[in-house]
């Protein structure tokens, strides 16, 4: 691999950690969306058991709970994330029903048919499509809903440039058809997909981060870690700018059959 496709999880966790915890969502996404992909699921009541799987610090996951009923665990791998999650939780009065634990999505402390839904933005691709989709369906109550973004290709080619920085990044990119039919291979019923707007990737997610990288390149002077990973964010910016025809986030919300 190249040091210009890097992905993110050649940096050092901690770093990595600390620069996102930063900002409002950790990936490309808006409340805009997450109201979208939760329109297309049935009403939840009071009752109503949500785990947001990879929350984050939570910006996806309040946007849920300010929106529907129930009760919501968002759980993540990274504590300082989690610490952060339940700190926004309480800010906006949602602490009795919204709670973040620290815990890895391959190994999901629920019982089986639990859940009535699993969301999971831009974080499902740590564990791979696939298996995820898979090893949560037994969460998830008869007709209950998964609803996941997942970076996908738009076309059945694109540049080689963009192919080979994601292919290195995430094999497991794909078009939507194809994920549309693991969903289904799965035992869902795909109810919904839609492209994330632009501006989920330029003004959500990247404008944050434009506005204080200089600033944390002054914090760890010299740092050459530092330098690498701000310059692999600066470089993953310019190709989406660059090929941004070619790909982006895709919401899949399916319905367990
Ligand atoms: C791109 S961020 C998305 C965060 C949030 N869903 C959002 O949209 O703002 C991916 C998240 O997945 C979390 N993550 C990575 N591996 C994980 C694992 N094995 N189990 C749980 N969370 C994990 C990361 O800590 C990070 O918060």
């Known amino acids: 691999m190249s040091d210009n496709n890097k992905s ?18 950790q990936g490309p996404g808006s409340p805009e969306a997450t109201l979208k992909a939760l329109s297309f699921i049935d009403p939840l009541n009071d009752a109503s058991r949500i785990a947001d799987l990879g929350c984050g610090t939570g910006g996806p996951t309040m946007v849920l709970a300010q929106n529907a009923p129930g009760l919501i665990t968002g759980l993540d791998l990274f ?8 700190k926004n939780a309480v800010a906006l009065n949602l602490h009795h029903r919204v709670k973040g634990i620290v815990g890895s999505m391959d190994c999901l402390p629920f019982q089986d048919e639990e859940l009535d839904l699993i969301w999971s933005e831009g974080a499902i691709y740590t564990m791979g499509f696939e298996k995820g989709i898979n090893e949560w369906r037994r969460y998830i109550k008869q007709r209950g809903y998964l609803a996941v973004s997942e970076a996908s290709w738009f076309t059945g080619h694109r540049p080689e440039e ?31 997909t839609f492209i994330l707007p632009e501006d989920c990737w330029t003004t ?13 390149l ?19 910016m310019e190709l ?3 090929y941004k025809a ?7 919300i399916g319905k367990k059959i």
């Open 79 to 86: 504590p300082q994330f989690i610490d952060r999650f339940n």
């Open 240 to 242: 989406y700018q660059k």
């Open 204 to 216: 959500r997610f990247y404008a944050p981060q434009v506005a204080v990288q200089d600033e944390y």
């Open 162 to 192: 963009i192919d080979a920085f994601w292919t290195a990044a995430y094999p497991e990119i794909d078009t939507i058809a194809v994920k549309v039919a693991q969903m289904q291979q799965a035992g869902y019923l795909p109810v919904a």
């Open 8 to 25: 993110i999880h050649d940096f050092d966790f901690q770093l990595i950690c600390e620069y996102f915890s930063q900002f409002e969502q």
């Open 246 to 252: 070619y790909y982006g986030y895709v919401f899949y």
């Open 218 to 236: 002054k914090k760890y002077g010299g740092n050459k870690t530092v330098e690498d990973f701000i310059a692999n964010e600066r470089h993953e």
